[in-house]
């Protein structure tokens, strides 16, 4: 893996469940890691080798998801000898504002989870095409 997380970096991220609470569209994603057209979206930790967030593979919308992701499967990654990234610029914001979930939430008919629910999946927030 390229740039993993330090030990520090991992502190920051609330524990796993503790975030159960939050609408998913209101959950802040942590980290961000990639590779190619793939993307994990990190909300929670264990502590340990498990992470929970939203998962985009092989830029498959449709079936993007929420769920369980190994970390010691990220890092161990590696195909032709290209790694998973972390994404040093990323500043941590809710779900709802993180344009490839909004198109996850768009292509499997999530639109009732968008952050603003008279949000057509072509409209804009802020700045940012939806």
């Given at each position: 893996?390229?740039?993993?997380?330090?030990?520090?970096?991992?502190?920051?991220?609330?524990?796993?469940?503790?975030?159960?609470?939050?609408?998913?569209?209101?959950?802040?994603?942590?980290?961000?890691?990639?590779?190619?057209?793939?993307?994990?979206?990190?909300?929670?930790?264990?502590?340990?080798?498990?992470?929970?967030?939203?998962?985009?593979?092989?830029?498959?919308?449709?079936?993007?998801?929420?769920?369980?992701?190994?970390?010691?499967?990220?890092?161990?990654?590696n195909?032709?000898?290209?790694?998973?990234?972390?994404?040093?610029?990323?500043?941590?914001?809710?779900?709802?504002?993180?344009?490839?979930?909004?198109?996850?939430?768009?292509?499997?008919?999530?639109?009732?989870?968008?952050p603003?629910?008279a949000?057509?999946?072509?409209?804009?927030?802020?700045?940012?095409?939806?």
């Amino acid at each position: 893996m390229w740039n993993t997380p330090t030990e520090e970096d991992l502190a920051k991220i609330p524990r796993l469940y503790k975030t159960e609470h939050i609408p998913l569209r209101e959950k802040l994603i942590q980290l961000h890691f990639f590779f190619g057209d793939s993307d994990w979206y990190i909300v929670e930790y264990d502590g340990g080798d498990i992470f929970w967030g939203f998962a985009i593979l092989g830029g498959d919308l449709m079936n993007a998801e929420w769920g369980y992701i190994p970390f010691s499967e990220l890092k161990s990654l590696n195909i032709g000898g290209f790694l998973v990234d972390r994404d040093l610029y990323w500043e941590v914001q809710p779900a709802g504002q993180v344009y490839k979930i909004r198109q996850a939430w768009c292509h499997s008919h999530w639109e009732d989870s968008l952050p603003n629910s008279a949000l057509a999946c072509g409209g804009e927030i802020g700045s940012e095409k939806a």
